[in-house]
T-cell receptor, first 111, second 115 residues
Framework: GDSVTQMEGPVTLSEEAFLTINCTYT??????LFWYVQYPGEGLQLLLK?????DKGSNKGFEATYRKETTSFHLEKGSVQVSDSAVYFCALSEHGNKLVFGAGTILRVKS | GAVVSQHPSWVICKSGTSVKIECRSL??????MFWYRQFPKQSLMLMAT?????????EQGVEKDKFLINHASLTLSTLTVTSAHPEDSSFYIC???????????FGPGTRLLVL
């Protein structure tokens, strides 16, 4: 079945550091790919998404590119802020059906 | 826009009792709602999918008689954990999706502790 694997955390960075959170997937077809973020005490929010190969999703300085050849959707940000501290979930969905989530990666940004 | 609420946010109950969790879409009509369960330091696992006015579709391994789902209106779905036991203690999260839309909007979750 479909699955998502993302790097284990926590990831601890200093403010303005470069962020990469790796995500790879296994799917039978051509899924849509998502990054969700969960800030402390809040629900999951959609951060960005990509629906086909080579698409780049971007939002709030975060980017991720749908790489079909490596089945990856790594999340990047050039300069993180303390306010980016949260849990980040990579997920996929085939044909608009159920979401399959990765385990989540905790990001802690120190000032 | 696209706000989903859950109530209650915390619930503690005795073993053997039933607990109802509500999920509401506040500013859109949710034709489909999803219920997830999340154990500590683990991912979200889909429990069931419900379409308004239809019976819920449960994922493999989820007991439909134990986790009763009702989606009677376009803005409300409920999950009832019947005869709760300590192993049902978990974080329950709902999400909602509008007609023709792919994006799911998530509620803040409900933490259940069964003593």
């Amino acid at each position: 079945g479909d699955s998502v694997t993302q790097m284990e955390g926590p990831v601890t960075l200093s403010e303005e550091a470069f962020l990469t959170i790796n995500c790879t997937y296994t799917a039978t077809g051509y899924p849509s790919l998502f990054w969700y973020v969960q800030y402390p005490g809040e629900g999951l929010q959609l951060l960005l998404k990509a629906t086909k190969a080579d698409d780049k999703g971007s939002n709030k300085g975060f980017e991720a590119t749908y790489r079909k050849e490596t089945t990856s959707f790594h999340l990047e940000k050039g300069s993180v802020q303390v306010s980016d501290s949260a849990v980040y979930f990579c997920a996929l969905s085939e044909h608009g059906n159920k979401l399959v989530f990765g385990a989540g990666t905790i990001l802690r940004v120190k000032s | 826009g696209a706000v989903v609420s859950q109530h209650p946010s915390w619930v503690i109950c005795k073993s053997g009792t039933s607990v109802k969790i509500e999920c509401r879409s506040l500013d859109f009509q949710a034709t489909t709602m999803f219920w997830y369960r999340q154990f500590p330091k683990q991912s979200l696992m889909l429990m069931a999918t419900s379409n308004e006015g239809s019976k819920a579709t449960y994922e493999q391994g989820v007991e439909k008689d134990k986790f009763l789902i009702n989606h009677a209106s376009l803005t409300l779905s409920t999950l009832t954990v019947t005869s709760a036991h300590p192993e049902d203690s978990s974080f329950y999260i709902c999400s909602a999706r509008g007609q023709g839309h792919e994006t799911q909007y998530f509620g803040p979750g409900t933490r259940l502790l069964v003593l």
